[in-house]
């Protein structure tokens, strides 16, 4: 049973681009989390999807970032117009419902240059 | 605002020490409390606790929440050069969005 799968596990953008996030989650699992981490910081919640549904994205910025996890394929985090400011650690997680423990995935380093 | 607050921030210590990491937290309805051993990789999963005083054991590693004070310990006994690592303490609730908040994390170094 393969792990949370993101990709690209290294990721640079120029400052206006776009970045795309992939994740696959863990087979059986329909919950996914978004979470970011900045230096020297703990990791931050983004967004929490079921499949084709966004339950709660209080911790996604209001602007230029969007989340979705369609019926088929991994979920996605895209991010418009990157500035260096975005330049962190993505990390997915996934669980099998939302009691249950979350697993990570190795996450996607995004620089801006 | 829901707050985790890992202490200390960094730990040296030698090979066959044993470690005592701490968490404290302070969240809305809250849930269970979850460490992860954070290396140059994916946070892996440790263990989940949402009874108090009821300690989980696995190998080296235990842990036990209370409830009551709002913390976490996690134990680590006769260290290892490969227990080296961020420990991160995340705090869940009941909420519809089941969100976890982390702390900052411990970083811990183990010396042979």
């Known amino acids: 049973n393969a792990g949370v799968m993101q990709n690209p596990r290294h990721l640079v953008r120029r400052r206006g681009q776009e970045a795309r996030l992939r994740c696959s989650p863990m087979k059986g699992h329909s919950h996914v989390y978004w979470y970011r981490q900045l230096p020297e910081e703990g990791l931050k919640f983004m967004v929490y999807?079921?499949?084709?549904?966004?339950?709660?994205e209080s911790g996604m910025p209001k602007e230029r970032f969007s989340a979705e996890f369609p019926k088929e394929g991994p979920s996605i985090l895209r991010i418009q117009q990157v500035v260096r400011g975005d330049s962190a650690a993505y990390f997915c997680?996934?669980?099998?419902?939302?009691?249950?423990?979350?697993?990570f995935g190795q996450g996607t380093r995004l620089t801006v240059v | 605002e829901d707050k985790v607050v890992q202490s200390p921030l960094s730990l040296v210590v030698h090979e066959g020490d044993t470690v005592t990491l701490n968490c404290s937290y302070e969240v809305t309805n809250f849930r269970s409390l979850l460490w992860y051993k954070q290396e140059k990789k994916a946070p892996t999963f440790l263990f989940m606790l949402?009874?108090?005083?009821i300690e989980k054991k696995s190998g080296r590693l235990s842990s036990i929440l209370d409830k009551k004070e709002l913390f976490s310990i996690l134990n680590i006994t006769a260290t290892q050069t490969g227990d080296s690592a961020i420990y991160l303490c995340a705090a869940g609730n009941t909420g519809a969005n089941s969100k976890l908040t982390f702390g900052k994390g411990i970083t811990l170094s183990v010396r042979p």
């Open positions: 997680a996934s669980s099998v419902d939302r009691q249950r423990e979350a697993f």
């Open positions: 999807l079921q499949k084709e549904n966004i339950i709660d």
């Open positions: 949402t009874s108090s005083g």
